[in-house]
């Protein structure tokens, strides 16, 4: 990221900050330390975690997969090319599952048992037709010896093993050859940093897989441990690189017949963006001195997964300590609540926050300001405005209409 550049792009096409920025150069950094470490595994980027069509066209171009839990994404990731798709959710309608069961290169989650009827009817009523299927599975994680956010609660999506959802789609796939077993779905952790999680919940599946082939004779061809995988950052990136040797060494050992699949959002989207905007006030509460930014929390929704930071000016721990927030009451709507600025800092100076790429655009709103105009960086450097003040006025429109 080059702040000149950002700048005198800004100067030539008349833009006020604050401004989003998606850099396929940061995109670029994850991509290639994902699949450096995980080489022999599948990799889907869970699309919730960001809508930006540049950027998932560029995912698509490396080689990820997609994964989708709604029509509205399914067709965004088609629109982008993704040449694979894992399509989980809950409520999907029939007319949405037969469009995705007919696409060869779509593997579909089944979590119900009216999905499960749908696949049925699909292939009792289309004699050529076969399907690939996964189950998303779920265990009771409280044993085990690091906590995950999942671990001990009630979550909707998923199906334990002695359910009879399970016990349906285990006798549709051995009864049913044009029935494909592709994957073992699970998703328990959220912004983890230790391979920990995955290699309990492996050791767990790879007990459980063995007695189904003892039983059964079946076997899935992939094992999809889901995202949670911490934000890169020059902080997280060791041990980032620790997570995907151990899990992918482990996996190795444990399974010897399937692929890893992992389908990471925020680990692949939030450093890919960042915002520019500038100082508009500095306020001293107490001691901690407050930068009011013109970079709303209306788009940079300051929940607990979120990992803002401050890229501009440089930042660290000699410096003096600092928060950054703007406008809106809540004492949630700090962006960065503790940070350091290394110099001296005054109204209408630059700053830039990144880790923004993740949840935020999809959440951004008219709250208090407007949402941001967005560009995209391409690897050449070119910029594209993505989103344009125009775009945004007729955003204004669409949400305070005449
Ligand atoms: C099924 C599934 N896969 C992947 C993800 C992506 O999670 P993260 O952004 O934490 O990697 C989610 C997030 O909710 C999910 O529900």
């Not at 230790?194 to 094992?223: A, F, G, W």
């Not at 020059?234 to 190795?252: I, Q």
């Amino acid at each position: 990221m080059n702040i000149s550049a950002l700048k005198n792009f800004l100067i030539a096409h008349n833009l006020k900050t604050p401004v989003m920025f998606y850099d396929e150069n940061e995109a670029e950094k994850v991509v290639a330390l994902i699949s450096e470490y995980l080489k022999n595994s599948d990799i889907y980027f869970a699309v919730k975690s960001c809508y930006n069509l540049n950027l998932l066209r560029y995912f698509a171009r490396r080689n990820l997969g997609a994964e989708v839990m709604s029509e509205l994404e399914f067709d965004l990731a088609q629109r982008a090319k993704f040449k694979k798709i894992i399509l989980n959710g809950l409520g999907r309608s029939e007319q949405f599952l037969i469009k995705a069961l007919k696409q060869k290169n779509t593997t579909l989650i089944v979590d119900t048992m009216r999905d499960l009827d749908i696949v049925k009817k699909y292939i009792a009523t289309h004699s050529q037709a076969s399907c690939q299927l996964g189950i998303r599975l779920r265990f009771d994680l409280s044993g085990l010896h690091v906590a995950t956010p999942y671990s001990g609660k009630e979550n909707k999506l998923g199906n334990y093993t002695d359910s009879e959802v399970y016990k349906e789609f285990i006798s549709l796939i051995q009864n049913e050859k044009r029935a494909k077993w592709d994957i073992v779905h699970m998703h328990f952790a959220i912004n983890e940093l230790c391979s920990e999680p995955y290699v309990e919940v492996m050791k767990i599946l790879r007990k459980h897989l063995t007695d189904i082939k003892q039983k059964y004779n079946i076997m899935p061809q992939r094992i999809d441990l889901g995202g949670g995988i911490e934000v890169y950052s020059a902080n997280s990136k060791d041990k980032l690189k620790n997570l995907f040797n151990s899990v992918a060494n482990e996996f190795a050992n444990l399974f010897s017949h399937q692929k890893l699949v992992m389908e990471p959002g925020r680990f692949l989207s939030a450093s890919t963006g960042y915002v520019l905007g500038k100082v508009i006030d500095i306020k001293k509460v107490k001691t901690k001195k407050w930068l009011i930014t013109d970079i709303g929390t209306n788009v940079l929704i300051p929940n607990q997964n979120a990992r803002y930071e401050l890229l501009h000016p440089l930042s660290d721990s000699r410096g003096e300590n600092i928060g950054i927030t703007d406008g809106i009451t809540s004492s949630v709507n700090n962006i960065v609540e503790d940070t350091y600025v290394n110099q001296p800092i005054q109204i209408g100076d630059d700053i830039i926050i990144g880790g923004v790429g993740a949840y935020t655009d999809v959440y951004s709103t008219f709250w208090g300001y407007a949402p941001f105009v967005i560009c995209y960086i391409y690897k050449s450097g070119r910029i594209k405005i993505t989103r344009s003040p125009k775009d945004v006025n007729l955003l204004h429109s669409v949400f305070f209409p005449k």
